[in-house]
Every structure is written in structure tokens, then in C-alpha cells.
């Protein structure tokens, strides 16, 4: 074993570029971080940029490090979809070969009317929408009537908003959970239930923190499930736990925004573990990809940065920090979906930032998951390559 702890940052949506096969997905052209740094050219981010992020591709308001303290390099994403889900399972290993199934002109009439008859209460909505939309659209109605708002989107899931002044919390998440029951199987399979509760009057609303997914389970084994069977450390940080369903995770954290992840991070690397730390912060994708908010997402970019000192602090010889993405969300595509696009990877420990080296592009996210398992000399994912020994080069 090399290192004996690794933390990886998910920063959820961050893409570095379209993929070949964007066009497929109707993304052709898109690119996250370079369209966000044309949008909003005063952006800052000095502290990424010295890890070398600028060095990945060309990004307009962010420079090359001539010295990079990170080893850096993109992850191209092999499984079939865009998704969170298929994102996080590709980063540990899981290829996902086939795709979740989507909903573009809402569920079918008869799950819908068994959600109903299960949980007493009508629903609204049942279509393709934003989170705020939905809400400006048919808040008011539930508030008078006391019905579920769902809706979807690109990806696969069911979303249940619900009022918490209307609708108790408890009740919610029993309904969500009642709807991951009806579609667990064909011919309804969705990939995520997702509670998003919220408060507030009509014009006014604001989702509250206690959104909480309700995944499907992992298909198969991942580099958790070996990391944690081999009676290594495996903990979680934000909505990780959700995304696989609680399988090969020890300790979890759920967090209530990106600056409450960070804090979280913080505080568990000031402890003593051995394994691997799991983080996602959610905020770059849910508050301002979907939304299509180029400003919100680069002052969203700017806080992360702010911290990345913070964290490097806590990174010791033995240690590896690993930032990087599950998908792409270009604030200025067209429409509210993920897009296909490449994911950043910075890998920093004291170290190696010495002579810290690109890592090339790598043919898949899951080569992520085989550089742990081998560091942690664990079993091999079928998926995936690992670039420990280009690590080693730099020992």
C-alpha cells in the first residue's frame, strides 16, 4: 500500500469538455467550465488553477500552473448515460451498460394512479420541469389541495416535491418510499427517488435542506464494497451514502450544502482513519447547472476554491486528495439535462506536488476505482486501469 487514506471530492456536474459522443446525447459542443469561464470572465479561481486546472484544457480566466502542485489529467465516461448514478458507479468501478430508463413526457397513468392510491393524496404536475418551475407552476395549487407535485427530468428519477407546511416531512418520505417500491422492477425502472421538500409563499419558494434519494441498489460489487470487506475505512460525505444505497460505506454524513460539505471534509480528515473519504457537493449541479445559472455556478466555483488551501492542509505524505467530477452541467446548454462531457481529475499530496505530472486522459472514470483498489491492494474492478505506478514515478 502506498497511501493509507485517499479522499475523493466529487464536484457534482464540473465537466472539462465535450465528450466524442456528445452528439448522441444531444450535447454536442458543450463544456461546463469553459463556458462558464467565457460567461463570467472575472471569475477567480487561483487556487485550482495552482493545482493545475488550467493545465487540462484551455479555460479562459484560468491560467496554466507552470509548476502544478497536483498530477492532473480528464476521465472520459464509458457507461451509457449522463447521470449521477451512472457517474459515481463508473467512478468506482461499475460500468453501466444499460440505461436507465427516462420519462420525457412524464410517467405513465397507471404507476401514477397506484402512487396515489398508496399514499391517499393526488398528484400534479407529472412532467419535465426544473425544481423552481415546477414549484412557480403548481405551488399554490398544493397548497390548496394538498396534492404531490411530481416531476422529472434528462435523467432518471421521480421527484416529489411536497410543502413542509402542508405536507409533513415523514409523510414524504414515505411516499418516496413508497414510489421506490413501484419502480424497483420492469416495467418502471427509475434510477433515483428523490424527496425535495420546501417552504415558502407562492413567488417566494425555497427548497429547504432535507431532500433526501432513494437509489437503486448497486448492480454488482464496487471498490467500496472491497475496501470495506478487507476491513479498511470507507466514509461518506453529502449525498454518497443515497447514491449507493448505503452498500460499502461505513460512516455517512449527509450535508445540507456545499459549504457544510466542505466543513464536514475538513473536520474528517483532522481525524485518524484508514481507507478512503467519499465526498459530493452537490450545490455546482442542483442550484445552478439545472437552473442554467453561469454567474451562480462560477460564485459557487469561487467558495470551493476559497477552501482548497484549507483542505491541502490536512493532506499529509501518506495522503492522497483527488478532486474531480461525475458528469457535466453546461449552465448555457439549452434546456435543464446533464451533458456528456469529460471530468477533471487533480491529484495532490505534498509530495508528489514536487514534480507533479499529467496523468493523460483517461479512458474511463472507473480508472479512478482501479488506482484505489490497487493502492489498497484490493481486488481489481473489470472496469478501469490504474495509474498508481505513474504516481510512483514521482516517489
Known sequence: MKFERISVIVLDSVGIGALPDAPAFGDEG???????????????LPNLAALGL???????????????QACYGKMAEVSVGKDTMTG???????????????????????????????????????????????LDEYGEEQLRTGAWIVYTSGDSVLQIAAHEE???????????????ELTLNDPYVVGRIIARPYIGDPGAYKRTPNRHDYALVPFGETVLDQLKNEGYDV???????????????????????????????????????KGLLFVNLVDFDSL?????????????LEEFDRYVPELMQQIGDKDLLIITADHGNDPTAPGTDHTREYVPILIYNPVLAKASISIGTRDTFADLAATIADNFMVNQPKTGESFLELLKMND
Open 54 to 68: 488550467g493545465n487540462i484544457a484551455p479555460l479562459a480566466t484560468i491560467p496554466e500552473a507552470t509548476n502544478p
Open 235 to 273: 466514509i461518506s460525505v453529502g449525498k454518497i451514502n443515497d447514491i449507493f444505497t448505503g452498500q460499502g460505506i461505513n460512516e455517512s454524513f449527509p450535508t445540507k450544502s456545499n459549504l457544510d460539505g466542505i466543513e464536514t471534509t475538513i473536520k474528517q480528515l483532522m481525524r485518524s482513519f
Open 88 to 134: 459515481h458507479w463508473e467512478l468506482m468501478g461499475l460500468k453501466v451498460e444499460v440505461p436507465f430508463q427516462v420519462y420525457p413526457n412524464g410517467f405513465p397513468p397507471e404507476l401514477i394512479e397506484k402512487f396515489e392510491a398508496l399514499t391517499g393524496r393526488k398528484v400534479i404536475g407529472n412532467k419535465p420541469s426544473s425544481g423552481t418551475e415546477i
Open 30 to 44: 458543450s463544456h461546463t467550465l469553459g463556458h462558464i469561464c467565457e460567461q463570467v470572465p472575472n471569475m477567480k
Open 288 to 300: 445552478y447547472g439545472h437552473r442554467r445559472d453561469p454567474k451562480g455556478y462560477a460564485a459557487c
Open 166 to 180: 402542508v405536507i409533513p416531512l415523514e409523510e414524504l418520505y414515505r411516499a418516496c418510499e413508497i414510489a421506490r
